[in-house]
């Protein structure tokens, strides 16, 4: 797991450096933030030094009413060598204070315009997905009708010749060959394409494709939740595949349950146009709408029709 440095974190939240633009680089190991309220009061026992500080205004407040001399102990307390950053929220100004001990700790002090709670909510959120632990898979990504779709299947099946296919049509495209995926929540997986092969397709006898350049902006995403995955298999002729869709596996993905289907592969086959009316039916089944279980219900009444007459 790279640690992400709060140069990373201002870049990706709305966040101002107000002190030590110069410690920028300092690096940030943990996802959770601390709020130091009874450190303020001078209980450090148990004081979560490696985390994020945040401050807010019931913090800047107590901490004004203190005498100047107990602030600056407290602040020199709070300003450890495993202290990332200091935030502060609402737009508040710092305790000149904290100011002193931040600089001579060399840890940098940020601004937040939000309120604490969203302030804490979108660092958290950023950091989670950082820092979160990854699995990387073999398979291709896409965002096709609003549904994170996961194509995977043996190499040379035509995995990335249908994604260029899929963009082509107006879907987007998050990864191709290499899928990073990592939890959001415990039912909910995000996946999202290596840094070194972002916006890029891999075509035999092409060669390397640059989506962004090619297609624009609008045809890649950086990340996508997994809700679908198909899996492309050579047809055979001696398998028997699934007709009528009542047969829907699920495949375990870091302990995520994951909706699989299986689509044969020959000549002849339109493999993005079938993945497209995959996804619409399957975001269908999602709202209620179950074709296989209408056509069940059809079929039950014209048997039972039939055995009155």
């Known amino acids: 797991m790279k640690p992400v440095t709060v140069k990373e974190l201002i870049k990706n939240i709305h966040l101002k450096p107000i002190h030590g633009e110069e410690y920028l680089d300092r690096p940030i190991v943990t ?120 194509i995977t299947g043996e190499s040379g099946v035509g995995k990335s010749e249908t994604a260029l296919e899929l963009v082509q049509k107006g879907h987007r495209l998050v990864a191709d060959d290499r899928v990073e995926l990592y939890h959001y929540d415990e039912l909910t997986l995000i996946g999202e394409a290596p840094e070194i092969l972002n916006n890029l397709i891999e075509i035999r006898g092409v060669g390397i494709v640059d989506v962004m350049t090619l297609f624009g902006a609008g045809a890649i995403l950086d990340s996508k939740q997994v809700d679908l995955v198909v899996h492309l298999e050579n047809w055979t002729p001696d398998k028997k595949y699934d007709r009528l869709g009542g047969n829907m596996e699920n495949v375990e993905i870091l302990g995520v349950e994951i909706p699989k289907i299986r689509i044969p592969v020959k000549t002849g086959r339109n493999v993005s146009i079938i993945l497209e009316v995959a996804c619409m039916n399957f975001r269908a089944k999602k709202m209620g709408f179950d074709a296989t279980e209408n056509f069940t219900n059809r079929l039950s009444k014209l048997i039972e029709e039939n055995k009155e007459v």
């Not at 945040?54 to 005498?67: C, I, P, Q, V, W």
């Not at 102990?73 to 000149?96: A, G, H, N, Y």
Request: contains cysteine.
């Open 31 to 150: 996802s959770e933030i601390s709020r130091p309220g009874l450190e303020l009061a001078g209980y450090f026992n148990f004081y979560p030094s490696e985390r994020i500080q945040l401050l807010g205004r019931t913090e800047t407040s107590f901490a004004h009413e203190m005498d100047s001399q107990a602030r600056y102990e407290v602040m020199e307390l709070l300003c450890t060598p495993d202290t990332p950053c200091f935030i502060i929220s609402r737009k508040l100004e710092p305790p000149k204070e904290l100011i002193e001990a931040a600089e001579k700790a060399k840890i940098p002090i940020l601004q937040a315009s939000s309120k604490t709670t969203q302030v804490s909510s979108s660092v958290t959120n950023f950091l989670e997905g950082r820092l979160a632990e990854r699995f990387s898979m073999h398979g291709v990504l896409l965002d096709v009708f609003g549904i994170g779709l996961l």
